[in-house]
């Protein structure tokens, strides 16, 4: 399992004053501008959001609307008082590009949730951050009554850049609890990522809420 808890870490759901925390960790990272809508979102979907402005500003909205409900989007981890972390879940159903992806096809019919995006800070990484905030997403899931949670992470152990695995790796997802149920798929295109299916119990007693 994981390593303790960091010192000084606390973890909270995605709020709209929370807003600028959010664009804090994703500033300068893969997530610049897309605001972690690109899971939701299949192409069409998105090029209909109303309102003014660049597709930056749409997407920020969006986001801003989802954290209005009272169901997160996703959780803000901080250490020390300094955001540091952000971490996405949601029902597989809310997530348009991720259920109809051929990358990521449902293995059976569980209502699983699902981490699709987590990414933290440089000066946060490896401390634990990444751990945590994965195993706080999950217990969210279960007080929301998800079965399962889970993530479609990078295959493999090859050390890649950190801005290129926002969905996480399948070291850290093991290293969260999760275990592998389906290897990469065969026959999809050249070039795309290989990436396994994991999942995790939320009946297991360490996530129960």
């Not at 959001?49 to 660049?54: F, H, M, R, S, W």
């Not at 009272?70 to 540091?84: H, I, S």
């Not at 096809?105 to 490896?126: L, Q, S």
Request: proline share 7%; hydrophobic share 40%.
């Amino acid at each position: 399992m994981a390593r303790a808890r960091p010192a000084g870490l606390a973890i909270h759901r995605l709020t709209p004053r929370r807003m600028e925390d959010m664009g804090k960790v994703l500033s300068g990272t893969w997530g610049n501008g897309c605001w972690c809508i690109f899971p939701r979102m299949t192409p069409a979907v998105e090029r209909s959001l109303p309102g003014p402005g660049g597709a930056g500003e749409k997407r920020r909205r969006e986001m801003t609307r989802l954290a209005k409900r009272r169901r997160a989007p996703g959780l803000l981890a901080y250490l020390d008082g300094e955001v540091a972390g952000w971490v996405a879940i949601a029902p597989r159903g809310e997530l348009g590009r991720v259920d109809a992806s051929k990358a990521t096809p449902r293995v059976d019919d569980v209502d699983v949730w699902v981490i699709p995006c987590i990414t933290i800070r440089r000066k946060a990484r490896g401390q634990g951050v990444a751990i945590a905030l994965i195993q706080a997403a999950v217990r969210y899931a279960a007080s929301q009554g998800a079965p399962a949670v889970e993530a479609y992470a990078r295959a493999g152990t090859k050390r890649v850049h950190d801005d290129f695995a926002y969905y996480g790796t399948e070291g850290l997802f093991r290293r969260a609890g999760f275990k592998v149920i389906r290897k990469p798929l065969r026959g999809l295109p050249k070039g795309w990522t290989p990436r396994v299916t994991m999942r995790i119990d939320c009946n297991r007693k360490l996530f129960k809420v």
